[in-house]
Structure formats: C-alpha cells, structure tokens
C-alpha cells in the first residue's frame, strides 16, 4: 500500500452511498452563509448573482458595524479574523476581544452581544475566526472558544446556556490523558456540527485529540487520537510512549465535512511543538498522524482513510486550512473528491471516499539531516499535478534585486547559509526554508467553483530561516533562563521577535504593566499557550525579566516544558532586506486559479502592493497576504487579505482581471461573507489589521457590509 496514504476498506464500504454535490446551505443553493467558509464543505461558494460582472463598479458601503474593541498599536495590535456567519437573517461575529455579538444582516443593528470575559481587560491578540450554529428546530445555540474553554449561547438572546458543561462551558484541557494544568488547549477556528455533535481540534501545548461533544451536555460522546496510543493504528510510526509525552499533531486549522455521507475531514499540523517543531529526536518514525489529511466516520470517530503530506515533519509544514469538498470530472467521469492545500505549495486532491490520489502522488528522495540524533525522513510526497503554487527552495537569482544595496546585503546572509534546496532540514549554520512556516497557503484556504472547477489560492512568498542550537546544560535559576527555555523558539533571544507572527517584546514595560504581562503569561492568548505550569514564582520571574529588564533568581525548582529538548530552535527568523523587506524577487504574494479537472493553471497574479514602493513605481510586487476569498454565480471572486494595501478586490473569476477595489480602513485579514437579506445581495468581510510589521500597523474592529444601491421605492400616491 502507499506509504502515504491507508484505507480501512471495511469501514468506507459502508460509507459507498451515492450522493450529489456537498449539500448547500439550510437557505438551499448556497444562498446563504451558514458555517465557516460558507458551508460544512468549506468551497466558499455563494449561488448569488444579483452582484455581477456587470455591476460590481456600483458597489458600494451598506452598512459599518463597530464593534469598539480594536486595541494597540505597532507589533501589540488587536487582529479580527472572523468569517461572519448567517443565520436566518442574523449575523454572527467574533471580534478582536471575543465578544460575540449578534447583528440584523439586513442592516447591521446590533441584537446582542456576549461577553466570555466580562470585566477583564484584553492587552493580548485574540484570535476567533468565526463560530459554530446548531439548531434541532426548537431551541438554536452558538458555539465559541475563548482561552481554553468552548462555550455554549443561545443563539436567540446571547445569554450562556449553563446545562452545558458547567455553567455553559468546557475545559478543552480536560480528557486529554495529561494534568490540565501542565497543557494549554485552545481553539482559533470553529467546530464542526453533525447532527447533535460539535466536533472540535485544538490548538495549544497539548496532544492533539479530535473529540466530539454532545451540543446539549458538552459531554464527549467519541475522541479520536492524532498521536495513536497502543493497539491503534499507527502507534508503530512513533517511539514507544510516545503518546504520554508528546504534543502536537493537532487540528488548528478547522475541518471539512461530506454531511451526505458523514465524513469528516481533518487536516492535522506538526509534530511536536515549541523546539520539537524543528528537532524530532525523541519521535523518530513517521510520526501518523501528524500533517495528514484524515477521513474520520463523523458520528463515531473512526478512521476511514489517511492521507500524510509530510512524513516527521521538521519544518513547522502544518496543513494550514480546512480542506475544501470538491466534484470534479476525472476520466469522464464526476469524482467527488477533497482539495488540501498546504504551507509547501502544493494542492493534494484525493478521492473522497477511498483517499486515492486523483493525480499521481510519488515519493522523492530529499536531503537528510546533519544534526546528530535527528531522524529525518529519507522521502516526502510530491503530487505530479497541480503544479506548486508557491516557489520551492531557492537559487541566488531568486535573490532580491530592489535596490544594489539591498541585493548584496542578502546576498552575502544567503552565502552563509547550509542549504536553501526544498525540504532541507534545519542546521546549525541556519538552513533557509522556502516557502516558509507561514506558507505558502494560509489558514483562510480556498474557494472552489462548482460552476467551472476552479479552484482559488491566495499564497505568500516569505522564505524563513530555520536554525538549532545546543541547549544549555545550566539548571534554570532565573527569569531569564526561563525565558531562553520557554519563549526565545518565538519571541528571539534578543526579544525582538518576527512581527506580526511573533510580536518584539523588547521594552514591552512601555505598554504594558508587570500584571498585565504576568496574566498574559499565565493564561496565554493568541498563538501563545498559556504557562500556567511555571507557577507564579516563574511567571513573575519572567515578568520581571521582560518588564524591568531584571534577571530575578529563583528559590524553588521551575519545570520547563523544554527540559527534554535537546536542542533549541533560534526563532522564526525571515529572509528580509535591510528595509524590512522579503530578500527575494516578487512575487511576494499571489493569487491563483487553478482547473481540477486538469489539474493545470486558469490563470495566476501578483496579489497586494507595498503603497510606498507603488509610490516609487515599483508597483504589483504582491505583499503578505491572511484571509481566503468567496466565489459567486455572478462570475466574481472578492477577497481582502492583503496586509500592507488594506484593499477589498473583486476579480472576474474566469480571467483574473481586477473588477473593483476599495479602500478599507484597516486590513481585511479575513474570509468574507456573501448572503442575501430583504431581497439585497451583500457581501461582509472584517476589517480587522493588527498584522503589518511595524508602527503603521492599524488595527480595526469593523464588519463592512457592501451591496448594490437600493433602488427607489415607488410612491403609490404619486401622481394621483
């Protein structure tokens, strides 16, 4: 059998019901937007054609909602990734403090809001990037996260529902096999309904276990175990007990759903976590299920089939996104089938139902490892077809020619590096990675057009530079040792950070107070996990060092989460100019459409500008980009996403050609929403920022609602 891929024939050939196209939304015809990105099949898609090619100049602002939580400034801004969902004509939105709230879609009038902190003050980013809607036709509920707890709200009055879990929530650090006050588990994207289950991923410093609960108790009713644990299949891909220790391998980046069928589809990240990202020493194997693409029955939690796209991950290369529920025609033939993207460029399309590959996937020899212990894999899969939308690996004429001195001051940091072919592993000297962590694909995936079998693909072009280290040997007895063993894989050892990803905290005492920074450090926010374990000796230890730069001795014994690390990752370094800007040649983003059914590109794009190199003519280079894209029937395809311009574009979705764009007042770093309300198409995205590097980083806390004017109501009076 394929290395890469497993089916459990006994399981799927129940499963082998013939069925259509994803199911639409509960409106009927992708009419609506019920679920994170747009359905439970994750195609982005909207039926709507009232906006068209035609039209799409006359769009204009129909209703700002704001939701006044917007804070910071500089690498400390507040980010709103929220793709809104619609409901019955209510919007519901998540914004960048986690307050809910309710809105009329038809006009952006607030109905309620639901605070799952209330009287705290936020000074970290939050991210949410939308929520979950089920209903039994009687009574309708809301599920979000917030820190490690998954919440329950009656949908109808924004109040919590205290009959679930305990008084309305649940710890997602319970029922994990560890002492929930050694992990952190969270969630950043929404949960998945099947019938009367909310399923859930996590993300966090925890093992990854998919785990269904029941909507009403919050009880679990089956759990699926990322990291196999004796007798399951898979446990031979990883050490011994591997399952008791290990992090990682989980579900982040949402998942997809065949309801018809009760499939889910889940999209695993790395394994292992902090320095074990890039150092596998203690997981020597495979390492199933970690970046894999694994068929789960939805009602029970067990496996059909797994597809891995990354065998002992040592690059950080998470799948990124949800995958998207596709029907495609392959050998005359419709072919219900999944498409995966991924942070290394590529697009995996599998059958649905078996896994197998509808292009051939074969395994490649890449380079191995020189650090001692490290057990690279020898091969990783590469897909024959689509080609990688991303570059992969570099030469010295990918190198940057901006400026001559721009040129040679990358230049000269590139020679120094041990490698910068695809799929090299990390070194001492520093091994440049392209595409880097950060894709490559992002996390706001792909839409997908039923209509001509295009599929849409924003990409950034960031090479990053992975480098070990020998860690230190010296007992942790300070502040500052703690934060060279917990915090310095993200932030740097000079505390500088990589923005926005990974936030400078050099002279974070300015803005923030010793107890802000200790309750930051305690119960973590955004990608950073809570260190709840240091207790409040380490914490404060930490703060001290980070706030008032002082070095605090410890009287006790602090457990690192790193102690078993044997070597210890230099931080999430970029390859960048000496004014910030990526080392490489344009693109530096791009957008692309790509036909499944040949597998072959419709057409490609730079996508997002820098507006003061456009202002030096050097325009179209294509910029950082966070957030996917909506396809409709009126023949468009809209999308945010790009950081440094602000814009919201509308593109013909046959051509590429650029239709319509707007200014917005912050980033649009989200998936937008398109939805119909009192007879008037709208299209809704937020304008969240918070991501740009550097001190023009503007964040937002607006939902923009865009639609065509309204036309004049006639008078039945007049002229009489």
Known sequence: MHRSAALSLALVSTMLLAAPRAAPDAAGGYRGWPAYGGGTDNIHYSSLRQIDTRNVGKLAVAWTFDTGDAFGEGGNASEMECNPIVVDGVMYVVSPRLRVFALDAATGRKLWMFDPNPGETVVSKQRLRGVSYWSDGR??????????????????????????????????????????????????TPGIVHGDLVIMGTTGWAPGHIRAYDVRTGKIRWTFHTIPQPGEYGYDSWPKDAWKTINGANAWAGMALDGKRGILFVPTASAGQGDKDFFGGDRKGDNLFANSLVALDAATG???WHFQAVHHDLWDYDFPAPPSLVTVRRGGRMVDAVAQTSKQGFVYVLDRVTGAPLFPIVERPVPPSA??????????????????????????????MRTPEAHKAVAERFDRFASSAFFAPPSFEGTLLAPGTDGGAEWGGTAFDPETGLLYVNSNEKPSVLQLGKRSTSPIASGKAIYEAEC???????????????????????????????????????????????GNEGIGAVADYLVYDRDTALKGEVRTRSDAAEYSFAGYGKL??????????????????????????????????????????????????????????????FIGATVYDRKFRAYDKRSGKL??????????????????????????????????????????????????????????RAGR
């Open 659 to 716: 239709l319509w764009e707007t200014l917005l007042p912050a980033a649009g770093n989200a998936t937008p929403a398109v939805y119909e309300a009192g007879g008037r198409q709208f299209v809704v995205i937020a304008a969240g920022g918070g991501k740009a590097a550097g001190p023009d980083n503007v964040p937002g806390g607006s939902f923009i609602a865009f639609a065509l004017p309204e036309r004049p109501r006639l008078n039945p």
């Open 139 to 188: 009574e309708a509920r809301i599920f979000m996260t917030s820190r490690s707890f998954l919440l329950a709200i009656d949908a109808r009055t924004g109040k919590a529902i205290p009959s679930f879990g305990t008084d309305g929530r649940i710890d997602l650090r319970e029922g994990l096999g560890r002492d929930p006050k050694d992990i952190s588990a969270g969630a950043n």
């Open 371 to 400: 650090i001692p212990g490290e057990h690279a894999s020898p091969t990783q899969p590469f897909p024959s077809l689509p080609a990688p939308y991303a570059r992969q690996g570099l030469s010295r004429a990918d190198l940057t």
């Open 488 to 534: 310095s894989g993200c932030h740097g050892l000079d505390r500088k950070g990589s923005p926005p990803e990974f936030p400078s905290l050099a002279g974070v005492g300015d803005r923030l107070t010793k107890f802000d920074v200790f309750r930051m450090i305690g119960r973590g926010g955004g990608r950073m996990p809570s260190f709840e374990h240091l």
């Open 576 to 637: 960048a100019d000496p004014d910030g800007y990526p080392g490489i040649r344009p693109p530096w983003g791009t957008l692309s459409a790509i036909d499944l059914n040949s597998g072959r590109y419709a057409w490609r794009r730079n996508f997002g500008e820098y507006p003061e190199l456009v202002a030096k003519g050097m325009g179209d280079t294509g910029s950082d980009n966070y957030g996917g894209g909506v396809v409709t029937a009126g023949g468009l395809f």
């Open 302 to 304: 067990r496996r059909l």
